[in-house]
């Protein structure tokens, strides 16, 4: 799987620059979610857009097995940035500060590398708006992807070199095929 995550490096490089090029705040995350949606629908999966309002949910696989859940965080946070380089922020006062970037671009790295496998049963993958911050009411992006589709599960925070994104791309992704092959449906 590391050896195919490298064949992808640069793409996850290049995701992982638009989005932190365009960040969005909580809830507001419409080019990212669309980005995302336009490229697993290319990939194949089939894809639920606007889910807890900006999130996105797409699937592989079918019923014959498990299911597990792959996550990741969209929102940027309410920061001017700083730094000095060609993927700098263009939403001035928004900024990928926490590293949600990064694990959009491995986790779609992730279902990339997923469509290529054989495997039984299915993963899903939760692509979640507003993880810093709440709505009007106090409410995140989970409990209102949640709140959209009762079958979603409540399912980490890594800020990286980008040199690192295939690495993590490649372990995601054969820990989800480890799980999916040695696990007997329920």
Same mark, same amino acid.
């Given at each position: ?22 960040? @969005? ?105 507003? @993880? ?55």
């Amino acid at each position: 799987m590391l050896k195919q995550s490298y064949h992808i490096q640069e793409e996850i490089i290049e995701w992982r620059r638009d989005f932190h090029t365009h960040p @969005e705040l909580g809830f507001q995350e419409f080019r990212t979610s669309g980005k995302l949606a336009d490229e697993l629908e290319k990939l194949g999966y089939k894809v639920r857009r606007n889910v807890g309002r900006t999130g996105v949910v797409a699937d592989w696989g079918d019923e014959s097995g498990p299911c597990i859940a792959v996550r990741a965080d969209m929102d940027a946070l309410p920061i001017l940035e700083a730094n000095e380089v060609p993927y700098k922020s263009q939403n001035d006062g928004t900024m990928h500060a926490c590293g949600h970037d990064s694990h959009t671009a491995m986790v779609l790295g992730v279902a990339t590398l997923l469509v290529k496998e054989k495997f039984p049963g299915k993963v899903r993958f939760l692509f979640q708006p507003s @993880e810093e911050a709440g709505d009007e009411q106090g409410i995140s992006g989970a409990p209102r992807m949640i709140a959209d589709d009762e079958r979603f599960l409540h399912h980490p925070r890594l800020d990286l070199d980008e040199r690192a994104l295939p690495i993590g791309t490649a372990i995601l992704a054969e820990t989800v095929l480890r799980f999916l092959r040695n696990k007997k449906r329920d």
